[in-house]
């Protein structure tokens, strides 16, 4: 699946297993990254085991899944199949800030307005909240669904004047 947004100056387009970022009015270089060669989750020197005892190898094939831009576009996280949430700052330049594991696959991100955390929401219906300030900090469960979560909003309070 295919998608594109803004992030500032940048234009950002994903396709398959690459987030590409060309910026619209300077010529600078692409910035390209590849969920194929990004870190790959530490097995801790566990095999993972489903429900009949025996292993079982859950890897995706590393498609991105969502992205989502903070409201400064000065910050970028996307989200890919193989459970990988990776955080970018950027400008002046990209970098990566972060790359933290989610539980399950990831259907929709958003960042708060303070741009200090970034809500995931999974394909079983939870919402986790991770820190941006707090870049290695794993996520904390917000909220649960009992289904899927196709998207999730922020909504700011206004207040009168």
Same mark, same amino acid.
Do not use: P, Q
């Given at each position: 699946?295919?998608?594109?947004?803004? @992030?500032?100056?940048?234009?950002?387009?994903?396709? +398959?297993?690459?987030?590409?970022?060309?910026?619209?009015?300077?010529?600078? +270089?692409?910035?390209?990254?590849? @969920?194929?060669s990004a870190d790959k989750q530490p097995n801790n020197g566990k095999d993972a085991t489903n429900s009949d005892g025996g292993t079982c190898e859950e890897t995706g094939s590393d498609k991105v899944l969502a992205f989502a831009v903070a409201p400064s576009g000065k910050l970028l996280a996307l989200t890919d199949d193989t459970k990988r949430l990776v955080l970018f700052h950027c400008e002046p330049s990209w970098? @990566?800030?972060s790359t933290r594991w989610v539980v399950r696959r990831c259907t929709s991100l958003v960042f708060s307005q303070a741009e200090d955390e970034l809500l995931v929401a999974d394909k079983s219906g939870d919402v986790y909240s991770f820190s941006v300030e707090e870049p290695q900090k794993e996520g904390e469960l917000k909220m649960g669904h009992l289904s899927m979560l196709l998207d999730v909003v922020r909504n700011r309070r206004l207040l009168s004047p």
């Open positions: 699946m295919a998608a594109v947004g803004f @992030c500032g100056e940048w234009i950002i387009f994903t396709c +398959d297993k690459k987030l590409v970022a060309v910026h619209a009015s300077e010529s600078r +270089d692409v910035f390209v990254f590849n @969920c194929s970098r @990566c800030v």
